[in-house]
């Protein structure tokens, strides 16, 4: 089991913290000359051909009772922002952006992700097989954007034309109500005609950037700033 947790500092750039932990099967307590045995003072892996191995030294596990011994523990330096989708709802999700010198490998397996102290959810197919990568942290309420129709609109262009126009108009407000500053991340996606016929023009308040088929805007806000956002379509 892989377990992955965030320490909330009062800088914006925190660190997200993973250890990789094992649930030991239940086994029965070794022989007292066993449990004399001095255990390995850091667990030592050895990459096999076909699976990664790990020596722990002797250790004491009482019988019937399930334990966890930790094969490796890290600290990552990483970006932590609050993604936000208005087409899908108001919550914001924290999410650590972890770029490292390295590549590290993480098997697949299950995943616990805490923070603050908490559980905020599960995933039984992690894995990291990179030197870049997101982790998620669930949601945060403090953080939430806001969604107003403006317009909704149809006509037609020119005296004797016969082309019809669809107007949109949205405001998306993003609010931080935390105690300190974040950076937020709002994506909405992007229009797409479905005949060639049709002409989409955009129009928006700050200007977004593109990535892929989305637009999103990138901000930084302080404690109990907001971002407002017109986007017309």
């Not at 997101?134 to 309420?141: A, I, K, M």
């Amino acid at each position: 089991t892989w377990t992955m947790y965030r320490e909330e500092e009062a800088k914006p750039q925190m660190r997200a913290q993973g250890a990789a932990m094992y649930e030991a099967d239940m086994v029965e307590a070794p022989a007292p000359a066993q449990a004399m045995a001095k255990p390995v003072e850091r667990p030592v892996s050895m990459q096999r051909s076909s699976h990664l191995e790990w020596n722990l030294g002797p250790r004491v596990i009482p019988s019937g009772t399930p334990v966890t011994l930790t094969l490796q523990e890290e600290t990552w330096q990483a970006e932590v922002y609050y993604p936000l989708r208005p087409s899908l709802g108001p919550e914001s999700f924290v999410t650590a952006k972890v770029k490292l010198p390295k590549a590290v490998e993480l098997s697949k397996g299950r995943a616990v992700f805490s923070l603050d102290q908490r559980l905020a959810g599960t995933d039984n197919n992690f894995a990291a097989n990179s030197d870049e990568f997101e982790l998620y942290f669930g949601t945060d309420d403090r953080v939430t954007v806001e969604t107003l129709d403006l317009l909704k609109q149809r006509g037609k262009e020119g005296f004797f034309s016969t082309t019809n126009t669809f107007n949109w108009e949205w405001q998306f407000t993003v609010k931080n109500q935390r105690d300190r500053g974040i950076t937020v991340r709002v994506d909405d996606p992007l229009p797409m005609a479905a005949d060639s016929s049709i002409k989409v023009k955009t129009e928006s308040t700050p200007q977004p950037e593109q990535e892929k088929l989305v637009y999103f805007w990138k901000a930084d806000l302080e404690a109990g700033q907001d971002l407002v956002i017109t986007h017309k379509v």
